[in-house]
């Protein structure tokens, strides 16, 4: 089955520091990605979707000054949460498909905390 | 406005039950609606649903999508602890190939 990996599994940061987390795919190539983020008892909430090669779409609500996304190759894309605050604290999942109509394949979620 | 709605919130039951989860959806453009089961990471995937009245199985776990009523529900028999978990719905719909999800369901498998 298609694998996704994210990096680092978790991270604490000091507030007003910029983090990076990576999302690969590592067994195919993953022409979009997305990024959701996760708060506690909370469903998953779309940040941006990213296509490779391209800029972010990003929802709304979503800074994309704050929530900096790079997808530079078919399997892998970044998420640089900058100037870090205590409120960015959250589960952060990627997703990554194949296909503009394909099933979408979870990462195993970075977990950030700010302090 | 798209929205994807999860009932109930939560449910406990004992180990053996068989518990039925509801999933119904408003969204323009479908394409497909898929289940996850969460455990204490990232979301698993259990099903995806294209086609109204097809069944789809996987050992103690059942789906079935009606794309008249737009709702899909989620069978578990024999529930074992293992089961525990919150299980996610998600629709693939609107402008874009992005995933709506709702809030979820808690449940509980309880010895």
């Known amino acids: 089955g298609a694998v996704v990996s994210q990096h680092p599994s978790w991270v604490i940061c000091k507030s007003g520091t910029s983090v990076k987390i990576e999302c690969r795919s590592l067994?195919?190539?993953?022409?979009?990605m997305f990024w959701y983020r996760q708060f506690p008892k909370q469903s998953l909430m779309l940040m941006a979707t990213?296509?490779?090669?391209?800029?972010?779409?990003?929802e709304q609500g979503v800074e994309k000054d704050k929530f900096l996304i790079n997808h530079a190759s078919l399997t892998l894309s970044t998420l640089t949460v900058t100037s870090a605050h205590p409120e960015d604290s959250s589960f952060y999942i990627c997703?990554?498909?194949?296909?503009?109509?394909?099933?979408?394949?979870f990462g195993p979620g970075t977990r950030l905390t700010v302090l | 406005e798209d929205k994807v709605v999860q009932s109930p919130l939560s449910l406990v039951v004992h180990e053996g039950d068989t518990v039925t989860l509801n999933c119904s959806y408003e969204?323009?453009?479908?394409?497909?609606l898929l289940w996850y089961k969460q455990e204490k990471k990232a979301p698993t995937f259990l099903f995806m649903l294209?086609?109204?009245?097809i069944e789809k199985k996987s050992g103690r776990l059942s789906s079935i999508l009606d794309k008249k009523e737009l709702f899909s529900i989620l069978n578990i028999t024999a529930t074992q602890s293992g089961d525990s978990a919150i299980y996610l719905c998600?629709?693939?719909?609107?402008?874009?190939?992005?995933?709506?999800f709702g809030t979820g369901t808690l449940l509980a498998v309880q010895p």
């Open positions: 997703s990554a498909s194949s296909g503009l109509y394909n099933e979408q394949f």
């Open positions: 067994d195919f190539q993953a022409t979009t």
């Open positions: 990213s296509n490779e090669g391209s800029k972010a779409t990003y």
């Open positions: 969204v323009t453009n479908f394409r497909s």
């Open positions: 294209t086609s109204s009245g």
């Open positions: 998600a629709v693939n719909g609107g402008a874009t190939n992005k995933l709506i």
